[in-house]
């Protein structure tokens, strides 16, 4: 042995050394991998049930034993020993096996942001969970009486009152000034977490530990609201026409209420058509359903295990649960028969199927989307069916004379809506980094200048209050919104590729997807499979032939 090894040349030795080393550090790390997931695979299944329970039935209880499992999980990843062999391993470079690798790196960004005082920690969570179950079960009020947020929604897309539009817009905003001292607070005890572990604020911390880039998200913005400016403007002078005559006003006089959506995030059903005419006398369970099976994504068992129509207490949007990454995956929604509630199931379903099929073999810590936008934009890409005029032709069973009617009015809504979202995206992404890079400023003088300023929406007379808190984002998903855009961006660029590349056509025109199950054999292989295997842009040019690229939404809907 002695004789062979001075025979070896020293790089020979070394190599050799280094590759032991790996091999050493490899087992090392799958060995700490394995006992992590035992503990924490169990826990978040057991935190995913309550956290269930707790939307559903709106119980204090649940919220409660939520928050103490969260608690419980969040200090697995608190353990600052356990941080140092991963970023130690990390930074030496050697594991050299892609799929070890991935894990390496989910586990660092999830230890590397829960680097925190457990008394912070534990104040973090139990205010963060505290605000959350207020907002659940705040009902607004309207001349004294209780409304949901079904009833603010019925207000603002009919009323044509405008005092009766004023208050209703108005209780939705009722929430925010309840809890936006306690979200301040909560803002606070983020950032002073984030400056524990080094970083200027939680936003720079949130951003990094998504493995996105501020300057990037920048970049991206900016070339996004440069595109849009001239497009929105008039999109929005015209739209200001037809609702003021709506509601026999002059332009000036427009307020924040008269727009359809307590945030104008979405676009007002105004035109000559509306397109809930065509869902009223529909189930769009049955439509999301159907749908689903014919593009061989079937969700009948997601369904069977859902929570679908609105109830006293229970959470009032909608979201989809990944419960235990082995196909447990459910939705929640308050379905109404409305074009807002198709696009809601079609969304929330697109979410669930990506968890549903991830493939079983892959690791735990693999077992989930690349990155959060990119399921966004799969939900994206199947919410945004609800106004394609193909696609309702074939699900509505409409003649051609009825989507054409469709089509010139739908096409509109589709590129407005596109546009819009820049816009509130816009305000969304710019306020919170300003929030958290100053959260003792004015904010809500802040939030109207960046309304006014990419929305070109006027700020109500007298002193503004804080009913941007009514966004539940804040609370619920902090410096997550900019996904949502990314999202879009992706479910423009798979809409592009699928039809020109899987399906080979010359144009998307007249595709509706419906019965294709080329559709779901794509995204089951290129996308859902190998969850997080790759980093998110990396699975964007496996998928596509190209990284994230917004060439793709522009083409689609601003140019
Ligand atoms: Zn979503």
Known sequence: MEKILTLLTASVIFAFLAGCGSTAQQGQLERFIEAHVAKVGPLTTESNLVYWQAATTGKAEY?????????????????????????????????????????????????????????????????DSEIQEQYSSFRGTVDGEKVTMSDIYIILTTEKDCRKRELAWKASKQVGNAIAGDLIRLVKLRNKAAQEIGFDNYHTLSIIAGEQSVKELDHIFGELCESTTEPFVRLKNELDIILADSYGITVEDLMPWHYHDPFFQRTPLVYEQDLDEYYKNQDVKELAEEFYAGVGLPVDDILARSDLYDREGKYPHAFSHDIDRRGDVRILCNLQNTERWMETILHELGHAIYSKYHDHNEPWLLREPAHSFTTEAIAMFFGRLSRNAAWMQVMLDLSDEERREIEGVSEKYLRFQQVL?????????????????????????????????????????????????????????????????????????LHHYIIHKVFKLESGRDISYVDEKKLGDYLRKKVFGQGALYHWNDMIERATGEPLTPRYFIKQFVQ
């Open 421 to 493: 979202f820049v816009r509130w995206a816009l305000v969304m992404y710019n306020f919170e980094k300003q929030l958290y890079a100053d959260p003792d400023r004015d904010l809500n003088d802040l939030w109207w200048e960046l309304v006014e300023k990419y929305q070109f929406i006027k700020s109500p007379p007298g002193p503004v209050d804080a009913g941007w808190a009514s966004k539940l984002h804040f609370t619920s998903a902090p410096c997550y919104y900019h996904n949502y855009m990314l999202g879009e961006l992706l479910a423009s660029q």
């Open 63 to 127: 919220y409660d034993k939520y928050s103490k499992l969260q608690l419980r999980i969040r200090r697995l990843y608190c353990d600052a020993q356990d941080f140092a062999f991963i970023k130690e391993i990390k930074e030496s470079g050697r594991i050299k096996n892609a799929r070890l690798n991935r894990q390496l790196d989910k586990l660092y960004y999830a230890y590397m942001r829960n680097q925190v005082e457990p008394e912070l920690l534990e104040e973090i969570v139990s205010l």
